[in-house]
Protein backbone atom coordinates (compact mmCIF):
# COMPACT_ATOMS: atom_id res chain seq x y z
CA UNK A 1 0.00 0.00 0.00
CA UNK A 2 1.24 3.34 -0.53
CA UNK A 3 1.52 6.00 1.64
CA UNK A 4 2.08 9.92 2.08
CA UNK A 5 4.05 11.82 4.33
CA UNK A 6 3.90 15.79 4.78
CA UNK A 7 6.43 16.62 7.87
CA UNK A 8 5.09 19.88 8.38
CA UNK A 9 1.76 20.81 9.79
CA UNK A 10 2.28 24.43 9.41
CA UNK A 11 4.47 26.97 7.50
CA UNK A 12 4.90 30.47 8.27
CA UNK A 13 5.86 32.55 5.89
CA UNK A 14 6.08 36.46 4.71
CA UNK A 15 4.82 37.47 1.59
CA UNK A 16 6.88 37.68 -1.75
CA UNK A 17 8.75 34.99 0.01
CA UNK A 18 9.48 31.93 -1.75
CA UNK A 19 8.02 28.46 -0.02
CA UNK A 20 8.47 24.90 -0.26
CA UNK A 21 6.15 22.55 1.10
CA UNK A 22 7.19 19.14 1.40
CA UNK A 23 5.76 15.52 0.64
CA UNK A 24 6.95 12.18 0.36
CA UNK A 25 5.63 8.99 -0.19
CA UNK A 26 6.14 5.64 -0.18
CA UNK A 27 4.98 2.74 -2.59
CA UNK A 28 6.04 -0.83 -4.03
CA UNK A 29 4.66 0.48 -7.36
CA UNK A 30 4.61 3.53 -9.70
CA UNK A 31 2.89 6.37 -8.36
CA UNK A 32 1.01 8.77 -9.87
CA UNK A 33 1.26 12.28 -7.57
CA UNK A 34 -1.22 15.28 -6.82
CA UNK A 35 -1.15 18.43 -5.17
CA UNK A 36 -4.48 19.72 -3.89
CA UNK A 37 -5.28 23.34 -2.07
CA UNK A 38 -8.40 24.03 0.02
CA UNK A 39 -9.00 28.08 0.68
CA UNK A 40 -11.02 28.39 3.91
CA UNK A 41 -14.49 26.93 4.11
CA UNK A 42 -14.34 25.40 0.25
CA UNK A 43 -13.66 21.92 -0.55
CA UNK A 44 -10.21 20.82 -2.05
CA UNK A 45 -9.11 21.63 -5.93
CA UNK A 46 -6.37 20.50 -8.07
CA UNK A 47 -3.48 22.84 -7.85
CA UNK A 48 -1.42 20.06 -9.75
CA UNK A 49 -0.11 16.27 -10.87
CA UNK A 50 2.43 14.56 -12.16
CA UNK A 51 1.16 11.29 -14.29
CA UNK A 52 4.44 10.55 -16.29
CA UNK A 53 7.40 12.32 -18.51
CA UNK A 54 8.57 15.68 -17.23
CA UNK A 55 9.56 15.49 -13.81
CA UNK A 56 9.37 19.42 -13.14
CA UNK A 57 5.46 19.88 -13.09
CA UNK A 58 3.50 23.49 -13.40
CA UNK A 59 0.52 24.21 -11.62
CA UNK A 60 -2.14 26.96 -11.08
CA UNK A 61 -1.82 30.14 -9.24
CA UNK A 62 2.20 30.06 -10.29
CA UNK A 63 3.29 26.86 -8.22
CA UNK A 64 5.38 24.15 -9.65
CA UNK A 65 6.49 20.62 -8.21
CA UNK A 66 9.44 18.15 -8.78
CA UNK A 67 8.77 14.23 -9.08
CA UNK A 68 12.01 12.80 -7.42
CA UNK A 69 12.21 9.53 -7.62
CA UNK A 70 15.40 8.56 -6.06
CA UNK A 71 14.47 10.87 -3.09
CA UNK A 72 10.56 9.18 -3.22
CA UNK A 73 9.39 13.14 -3.18
CA UNK A 74 7.28 15.30 -5.08
CA UNK A 75 7.85 18.85 -3.07
CA UNK A 76 5.56 22.08 -3.84
CA UNK A 77 7.16 25.42 -4.57
CA UNK A 78 6.42 28.93 -5.27
CA UNK A 79 9.16 31.25 -5.92
CA UNK A 80 6.80 34.17 -4.29
CA UNK A 81 3.53 34.01 -2.13
CA UNK A 82 1.09 36.36 -1.53
CA UNK A 83 -1.67 36.73 1.17
CA UNK A 84 -4.01 35.02 -1.09
CA UNK A 85 -1.97 31.69 -1.02
CA UNK A 86 -3.02 31.24 2.37
CA UNK A 87 -4.42 27.55 2.94
CA UNK A 88 -4.42 23.92 3.15
CA UNK A 89 -2.29 21.83 0.69
CA UNK A 90 -2.65 18.22 0.65
CA UNK A 91 -0.03 15.70 -1.08
CA UNK A 92 -1.89 12.70 -2.60
CA UNK A 93 -0.88 9.59 -4.19
CA UNK A 94 -2.69 6.58 -6.61
CA UNK A 95 -1.59 3.30 -8.42
CA UNK A 96 -2.84 4.67 -11.26
CA UNK A 97 -4.57 7.56 -12.25
CA UNK A 98 -7.98 5.99 -11.95
CA UNK A 99 -7.16 4.41 -8.73
CA UNK A 100 -8.28 6.16 -5.51
CA UNK A 101 -6.09 8.61 -3.65
CA UNK A 102 -4.49 8.54 -0.36
CA UNK A 103 -3.84 11.99 1.11
CA UNK A 104 -1.33 13.09 3.65
CA UNK A 105 -2.40 15.05 6.33
CA UNK A 106 -2.09 18.53 4.96
CA UNK A 107 0.33 21.81 5.46
CA UNK A 108 -1.54 24.98 6.75
CA UNK A 109 0.48 28.09 4.36
CA UNK A 110 -0.13 31.00 6.68
CA UNK A 111 1.31 33.92 4.19
CA UNK A 112 1.87 37.16 6.50
CA UNK A 113 2.25 40.54 5.13
CA UNK B 1 -18.17 24.21 -15.07
CA UNK B 2 -17.63 20.72 -13.42
CA UNK B 3 -19.95 20.55 -10.01
CA UNK B 4 -20.11 18.43 -7.16
CA UNK B 5 -22.95 19.50 -4.93
CA UNK B 6 -23.58 18.43 -1.28
CA UNK B 7 -27.02 18.99 -0.08
CA UNK B 8 -26.24 20.30 3.92
CA UNK B 9 -22.87 22.46 4.48
CA UNK B 10 -23.73 22.41 8.40
CA UNK B 11 -25.70 19.88 10.23
CA UNK B 12 -26.64 18.98 14.23
CA UNK B 13 -27.49 15.77 15.00
CA UNK B 14 -27.64 14.02 18.50
CA UNK B 15 -25.89 10.12 19.44
CA UNK B 16 -28.04 7.55 17.79
CA UNK B 17 -29.61 9.52 14.96
CA UNK B 18 -29.52 8.33 11.32
CA UNK B 19 -27.79 10.97 9.07
CA UNK B 20 -27.80 10.78 5.47
CA UNK B 21 -25.15 12.77 3.72
CA UNK B 22 -25.89 13.41 0.12
CA UNK B 23 -24.17 13.78 -2.67
CA UNK B 24 -24.80 15.00 -7.02
CA UNK B 25 -22.65 15.43 -9.26
CA UNK B 26 -23.40 16.76 -13.09
CA UNK B 27 -20.75 15.66 -14.96
CA UNK B 28 -21.68 12.07 -15.54
CA UNK B 29 -18.85 10.75 -13.63
CA UNK B 30 -18.79 6.94 -12.95
CA UNK B 31 -16.23 6.98 -10.04
CA UNK B 32 -17.50 8.95 -6.42
CA UNK B 33 -15.87 9.14 -2.81
CA UNK B 34 -16.67 9.71 0.22
CA UNK B 35 -13.53 11.29 3.09
CA UNK B 36 -13.94 12.25 6.34
CA UNK B 37 -11.38 15.21 7.22
CA UNK B 38 -10.33 15.67 10.59
CA UNK B 39 -7.31 17.96 11.92
CA UNK B 40 -3.57 16.33 11.60
CA UNK B 41 -5.76 13.53 10.00
CA UNK B 42 -5.84 14.51 6.52
CA UNK B 43 -8.52 12.56 4.53
CA UNK B 44 -9.48 9.19 5.08
CA UNK B 45 -11.37 7.28 2.76
CA UNK B 46 -14.53 5.96 3.63
CA UNK B 47 -16.42 4.52 0.92
CA UNK B 48 -16.09 4.62 -2.98
CA UNK B 49 -18.30 3.61 -6.02
CA UNK B 50 -17.21 2.66 -9.57
CA UNK B 51 -20.65 2.46 -10.99
CA UNK B 52 -24.16 2.35 -9.99
CA UNK B 53 -25.05 -0.13 -7.10
CA UNK B 54 -20.97 -0.44 -6.39
CA UNK B 55 -19.47 0.34 -3.40
CA UNK B 56 -16.44 -0.68 -2.05
CA UNK B 57 -15.08 -0.27 1.46
CA UNK B 58 -12.14 2.59 2.05
CA UNK B 59 -10.22 2.96 4.93
CA UNK B 60 -12.57 3.87 7.33
CA UNK B 61 -15.95 2.51 6.94
CA UNK B 62 -17.05 1.16 9.93
CA UNK B 63 -19.82 2.92 11.30
CA UNK B 64 -20.71 3.85 7.92
CA UNK B 65 -22.31 2.92 4.37
CA UNK B 66 -23.77 4.10 1.34
CA UNK B 67 -25.82 4.49 -1.63
CA UNK B 68 -25.56 4.26 -5.41
CA UNK B 69 -28.95 4.22 -6.82
CA UNK B 70 -28.16 6.44 -9.86
CA UNK B 71 -24.95 7.43 -11.29
CA UNK B 72 -25.10 10.97 -10.22
CA UNK B 73 -26.09 10.51 -6.60
CA UNK B 74 -23.84 9.03 -4.09
CA UNK B 75 -25.13 9.25 -0.38
CA UNK B 76 -23.27 8.41 2.83
CA UNK B 77 -25.20 7.04 5.54
CA UNK B 78 -24.25 7.25 9.40
CA UNK B 79 -27.20 4.03 10.70
CA UNK B 80 -26.77 5.44 14.71
CA UNK B 81 -24.47 8.75 14.80
CA UNK B 82 -21.68 8.54 17.11
CA UNK B 83 -19.76 11.62 18.87
CA UNK B 84 -17.06 10.34 17.20
CA UNK B 85 -18.37 10.85 13.93
CA UNK B 86 -18.17 14.73 14.12
CA UNK B 87 -16.25 15.69 11.96
CA UNK B 88 -16.09 17.25 8.01
CA UNK B 89 -17.29 15.06 5.10
CA UNK B 90 -16.40 15.33 1.45
CA UNK B 91 -17.69 13.96 -1.38
CA UNK B 92 -15.48 13.64 -4.36
CA UNK B 93 -15.76 12.65 -8.37
CA UNK B 94 -13.41 10.96 -10.65
CA UNK B 95 -12.78 13.31 -14.38
CA UNK B 96 -11.48 11.22 -17.12
CA UNK B 97 -9.82 8.08 -15.98
CA UNK B 98 -6.21 9.23 -17.66
CA UNK B 99 -6.31 12.54 -15.85
CA UNK B 100 -6.53 11.19 -12.06
CA UNK B 101 -8.34 14.82 -11.25
CA UNK B 102 -10.65 14.55 -8.44
CA UNK B 103 -13.59 17.30 -7.94
CA UNK B 104 -14.47 18.08 -4.52
CA UNK B 105 -17.87 19.33 -3.22
CA UNK B 106 -17.45 21.93 -0.40
CA UNK B 107 -18.15 19.83 2.05
CA UNK B 108 -20.71 18.90 5.25
CA UNK B 109 -19.84 19.70 8.69
CA UNK B 110 -21.42 17.81 10.97
CA UNK B 111 -21.59 18.10 14.51
CA UNK B 112 -22.64 15.17 16.44
CA UNK B 113 -23.96 15.99 20.25
Known amino acids: AQSVTQLDSQVPVFEEAPVELRCNYS??????LFWYVQYPNQGLQLLLK??????LVKGINGFEAEFNKSQTSFHLRKPSVHISDTAEYFC???????????FGTGTRLAVRP | DVKVTQSSRYLVKRTGEKVFLECVQD?????MFWYRQDPGLGLRLIYF???????EKGDIPEGYSVSREKKERFSLILESASTNQTSMYLC????????????FGEGSRLTVL
Open chain 1, 92 to 102: AVAKSSGDKLT
Open chain 2, 49 to 55: SYDVKMK
Open chain 2, 27 to 31: MDHEN
Open chain 2, 92 to 103: ASLGALNTGELF
Open chain 1, 27 to 32: SSVSVY
Open chain 1, 50 to 55: YLSGST
